[in-house]
């Protein structure tokens, strides 16, 4: 089986959100699959089989199948157009989540996918305790997304990870304006044993809604500000988000199973 290694939401590599991606003819068992991306210990690992005119597509955490990740569709997506699908400018993603696209858009790759609504909850002392900061507004959809008070705080934040298990929202995510960039972010996910994801392109399906709303645009460039860093080029379309971003391989290699 061949797996590549690639870093994704970035220009060159050590930087972005890894990920371990197998192009298959066919799925293996979910035990092998799981016992991959646990080797692998990367935040996610992505699964892709090729039916008729469109990729099955299934991610891994080193814990457990998740329905939805972003960062591993576009180290995908770029491994299918530099290496399989090579006068390809669009591919067809299936997964439990439902239909995605991605197209080649010179150095970005934008993938297509179902926008989070941000829903206002009230803000609770669990949840500033759990991150080590105030906040000043919480936001729940699949993730749990907490708006801070500068990209400073979000920067420096150093949570309590047991304490964010036993919050709402599969990740927890926290928010700020940025100087540069549109806003700034940080996504931990503790749940599914990946203490802090570098760059996810699934949870700015709810970040980039909220931020569109708030500044009163479609278009937002996000900063995710992890020790790694990434950038994401959000559109959001009404029930949509668009998000484009670039990426590096690191490796390729041949698993020997």
């Not at 000043?136 to 990209?151: K, P, T, W």
């Not at 379309?237 to 020997?256: T, W």
């Amino acid at each position: 089986m061949k797996q590549f290694i690639v870093d994704a939401f970035t220009e060159k590599i050590f930087g972005g959100n890894p990920a371990g991606v197998c192009i298959m003819e066919s799925f293996p068992s979910e035990e092998l699959m799981r016992n991959i991306a646990m080797e692998n210990n990367l935040s996610e690992t992505a699964f892709a089989v090729k039916e008729g005119n469109f990729y099955r597509l299934r991610w891994f955490t080193p814990a457990a199948e998740i329905n939805f990740c972003g960062h591993a569709t576009l180290a995908t997506a770029f491994v299918l157009f530099n290496f399989y699908e090579k006068n390809s400018r669009r591919i067809e993603f299936e997964t439990l989540s439902g239909k995605f696209f991605v197209e080649r858009k010179e150095n970005l790759f934008e993938m297509d996918f179902p926008a989070y609504v941000p829903k206002k909850i009230l803000v609770t002392r669990e949840m500033s305790e759990a991150i080590g900061a105030k906040v000043l507004e919480a936001y729940l959809g699949r993730d749990l997304l907490m708006v801070l008070e500068s990209a400073e705080a979000v920067e420096k934040l150093s949570p309590n990870l047991d304490a964010l298990k036993k919050l709402d929202g599969l990740t927890q995510a926290v928010t700020a304006a940025d100087k540069n960039f549109d806003c700034a972010s940080r996504v931990f996910a503790p749940k599914v044993k990946v203490p802090e994801d570098p760059v996810t392109g699934s949870t700015h399906c709810l970040i980039a809604p909220y931020w569109a709303a708030r500044l009163g645009k479609k278009k937002i460039i996000a900063r995710q500000a992890s020790a790694r860093g990434g950038i994401l080029h959000c559109e959001v379309l009404g029930e949509r988000v668009k998000i484009s971003g670039s990426a590096a391989l690191f490796s390729v290699a041949d698993l020997k199973i």
